[in-house]
């Protein structure tokens, strides 16, 4: 038992190393960016939806909870050149003609790149190790380049999409088609159907001024070696969904998509979000709902409770060729609670599979963060971050991962950015994959041994779509 | 005017705008009576070149005219047309493709398929507005406004409209837009002057 648990620890190492490469393209990866198509359609500056990109402001979360459409009649503020492919009034012919509908008379698209220097202060840490113990890494100074697809085909059906170049290859990172306003009030009921990244907040999936993603993306088979095309609660993955927003405080989302299965297999993964704003502006920005100081369309005093149940099941082949299905159950929630122009985004949730560990197992997460910033102008917020993993394997010890981000975002124009982020972090033990896929650099050597508090990086990272 | 819906909702036109201020009845009236002009202000203000203002329930019979609403550049020009009910619109096509007109709208009418250079017409019975559409090219647009008397006027491109020849009296003055609409005003109009009346649109 002892033989086959060490085999085992073995295998994980090797996968370990390779996972070691994964966890610095996730760490270096920050996809999101504005998206210049919205601009260009209604003529419009980035800082009507963001303030510093991709962080959205009031106005922008609207947007993206409405299907990417301005409050009202979307046309009305679209200032771009539109092709009538049928004019409004073929709606009184159908089904003798085809339903009406536009194209954008300019090709929707936008570019971005960003990357980042970084710089290992400390010699021995796990983030310098994870760049060969190099102290500065200029490898990733223009890392990735994405490109944009935004519009609509009308005032209901919306579309948006991108795709990411890297040294990887070239990834859809999600594409979706929106349908939205499709009975009743509007925004009550649309439907998202495509490549999608699942609603499990009521806002946006990149809320945070230091790290790509809100919610931290916990890949629990990965983690313990058993796949490295792991599920996560925040991948955008095939499927559809059907969301809404009622009487502008209440938000909803239910979905299912095909999850991350290396082969084929019926849609098993479900998910349902629920959120609920107290004061401030309407979360569909409708009504005339504006924010008290025109000037800070970002601030307001107001306080989101949101909540989310996840299940996912995965089918994938083990190193040993056999076929192991994990299930996943995930519960979380979080907060957002704003005083003007500080913000303080709260959240955690509880992962149990019942077969993530490469010879399977069962395997409890836990992932919380916290993420507290200042706007203290529209182009310059500081921001302080914490994250926290906990896995609890079956027959194995728990292992921990504390991370603090501290650094500042800011403009140096509308569409340029600049980011200096400083990353400390402990570890207490560590699962066989290394904490890579959970966003983390420190490297304990053994399952129980801790290392840390060590800076990993301090990161300068710059961004610029167009 | 009142029983036809002059607030329909169409499509949003993609064609450029023929900014000319028509005023039809001028020719019958304009030697007496008063002008009725002012301003109309859209929002969003790309909808103002669809924008007729004209006024309702003037007595009197009016004699029945003849206009012109050409195709060129697969483009109805001019974008919007005022006529009187019994009127006559001769559409022509001076394109090198084929077009078709119709309307689906209140009487309907479909004029068929005409070669370049051929001219079809229609004479309207009943006032209204009638969206016109050509089925090969379904992008174009154009309005035929139908009004129950002359004393109309499609808005130039800064939004001024002038009616003159109007008979002295007090009349309501109202507006038509293909999105946007404002409320019906008053207007008392005095021989040889010009009375001032201005509409806001908005959703």
Redesign the interface.
């Known amino acids: 038992m002892e033989a086959d648990r060490k085999r085992s620890l073995r295998r994980w190492t090797v996968r370990g190393s390779v996972l070691g490469i994964f966890t610095l393209l996730l760490l270096t990866a920050r996809a999101a960016l504005g998206v210049p198509a919205f601009a260009r359609k209604y003529g419009t500056s980035c800082l009507t939806c963001h303030t510093v990109y991709p962080k959205l402001n009031l106005f922008g979360e609207a947007f993206r909870r409405n299907g990417y459409r301005f409050p009202g009649v979307d046309s009305d503020f679209v200032k771009q050149a539109v092709v009538p492919l049928g004019q409004d009034a073929y709606k009184k012919e159908f089904p003798h003609a085809v339903w009406p509908g536009t194209l954008p008379g300019d090709v929707p698209i936008a570019l971005g790149f960003n990357g980042q220097a970084v710089f290992h202060p400390e010699a021995r840490a796990g983030g310098a190790a994870a760049d060969n113990g190099a102290r500065v890494n200029l490898n990733d100074l223009i890392g990735e380049a994405h490109v944009w697809a935004g519009g609509s085909f009308d005032d209901q059906i919306t579309f948006f999409g991108e795709l990411t170049f890297a040294d990887g290859g070239t990834e859809i990172e999600h594409v979706g088609v929106h349908f939205n306003d499709l009975v009743g009030e509007p925004h009550v009921l649309n439907l998202a159907v495509g490549k999608i990244v699942p609603t499990v907040s009521t806002f946006g999936p990149h809320s945070s001024y230091l790290v790509d993603q809100a919610t931290p993306p916990l890949s629990v088979t990965a983690l313990y070696g058993a796949t490295s095309d792991s599920w996560n609660v925040a991948d955008a993955y095939d499927g559809l969904e059907v969301n809404g927003t009622i009487d502008g405080r209440l938000d909803y989302a239910v979905g299912g998509n095909a999850g991350a299965n290396v082969e084929v297999r019926s849609p098993a993964d479900f998910y349902a979000h629920l959120g609920y704003k107290l004061g401030g502006v309407r979360l569909d920005g409708e009504k005339g709902s504006t924010v008290p100081d025109p000037k800070k369309p970002w601030a307001e005093k107001a306080l989101t409770l949101h909540a989310f149940y996840y299940r996912s099941g995965s089918r994938f082949s083990a190193a040993d060729g056999a076929v192991l299905e994990d299930t996943a159950t995930t519960f979380g929630g979080g907060l957002r609670a704003q005083w003007n122009s500080w913000e303080l985004d709260s959240g955690a949730y509880q992962e149990r599979h019942d077969n993530a560990l490469a010879g399977g197992g069962r395997v409890s997460a836990l992932a919380q963060y916290d993420e507290l910033s200042y706007v203290i102008y529209p182009w310059l917020v500081p921001a302080v971050r914490v994250e926290y993993v906990r896995l609890s394997p079956a027959g194995g010890p728990a292992v921990t991962d504390l991370r603090g981000f501290a650094g500042v975002a800011a403009l140096v124009r509308p569409n340029i950015k600049l980011w200096l982020v400083a990353q400390v972090e402990r570890a207490t033990g560590a699962p066989p994959g290394g904490w890579g896929p959970a966003s983390g650099l420190a490297a304990p050597t053994t399952a129980t041994s801790s290392v840390g508090p060590e800076v990993e990086a301090i990161t300068l990272g710059l961004a610029f779509a167009f | 005017m009142g029983a036809h819906p002059v607030h329909s909702?169409?499509?949003?036109a993609?064609c450029a705008f023929a900014a000319v201020v028509l005023t039809l009845g001028s020719a019958v009236a304009s030697a007496a009576g008063g002008t009725v002009s002012g301003k109309v202000e859209a929002t969003?203000a790309k909808f103002l070149e669809e924008t007729v203002v004209y006024l309702k329930e003037v007595p009197g019979s009016f004699p029945a005219k003849t206009a012109s609403l050409d195709q060129r550049g697969m483009k109805f020009i001019p974008h919007v047309l005022v006529v009187t009910a019994g009127g006559t619109v001769d559409f022509l096509n001076h394109d090198t493709v084929a077009h078709n007109v119709f309307?689906?709208?209140n009487e309907t009418y479909n004029l068929g398929t005409f070669k370049p250079d051929e001219k079809r017409s229609y004479t309207f019975k009943t006032g209204g507005v009638y969206?016109q559409?050509c089925?090969i090219h379904?992008?174009?647009?154009g309005f035929v406004f139908v009004g129950e008397n002359p004393y109309a006027a499609v808005v130039g491109p800064d939004g001024t409209f002038a009616i003159p020849g109007v008979p002295a009296g007090t009349y309501t003055a109202a507006v038509w837009n293909s999105h946007l609409k404002a409320a019906d005003k008053k207007v008392t109009v005095t021989e040889g002057k010009t009375a001032e009346v201005s509409f806001s649109l908005h959703?």
């Open positions: 909702v169409f499509g949003v993609g969003p309307s689906p709208d969206t559409l089925s379904p992008e174009m647009l959703r």
